[in-house]
């Protein structure tokens, strides 16, 4: 498929959406702490979003696979060992856990997309080492977002950080193409050659989403058909920017 190349109005139009994705981002980082449940998040995510005028991406969005119903949730919370798509339920978070939450969002017909992983009270040197590392796989991607660049300059970036720390690159779930979709070509990667790929062009914009584990890369779905999780059960984190390729620097519409 092709890519759609966004005008200079409309990565604006997209802004909006980042940056109120930016917002409920910063309501739920305050509210994650032991005791809170998943779903405690959720509700506030989905408050938000009525009180904005706001669609939420991920409520409903339809299975790839027959048979698995919608995905149930506004935000995806995946904690520990899930890396992606987590489904937000009743258990309380616990000292030491660590959480992904993924929110996306649709704004005057354009998505907003970010993800950030927390830690939940205190957690132990590790499980810091893999989020730390994590997010900065992400800026050092980010600072690929170049015209002229390629997408594997972005996914050799978040795969030469990590594996220099000793951590694994999923390679089932990728990031992607965003604007009037969610979920728009081109795939971005975590892992790859640089100078390999797509060429980055002004108006594309990205979905760069390194997802990564303390252990094996391998994953696997677990029975709801939606909860993606490490296969050898190790920790996993997971963050995520909507950035915009402009005719200079990179433009991250999902922060300030």
Known sequence: MSI?????????????AGLFVYEVHQVLAEMVQPGVTTRDLDRKAHELCRARGA???FLNYPSASSGVCPFPGVICASANEVIVHGIPDDRPLEEGDILSIDFGCCIDEFFG???????????????????????ASLEDAIRQCYAGNRIGDISHAVQ?????????????????GIGRRMHEPPHVPNFGRSGQGRLL???????????????GFETKVVEDGWTAVTRDGS???????????????????SRP
Request: charged letters at 25%.
């Open 201 to 215: 062009k002004p108006g594309m914009v990205l979905a760069i989403e390194p997802m990564v584990t303390a252990g």
């Open 4 to 16: 759609e190349l966004k005008s200079t109005k409309e990565i604006e139009r997209m802004r909006a």
């Open 55 to 57: 669609i939420p991406a």
């Open 113 to 135: 997309d970010a993800a950030v992983t927390h830690a939940v009270g205190t957690i132990d040197a590790a499980a810091q080492e893999l989020l730390t590392v994590t997010e």
């Open 160 to 176: 030469s950080r990590v594996e220099r720390h000793g951590f694994g690159v999923v390679r089932e779930f990728v990031g992607h």
């Open 235 to 253: 920790l996993a984190a997971h963050f995520e920017h909507t950035v915009a390729i402009t005719d200079g620097e990179p433009y991250v519409l």
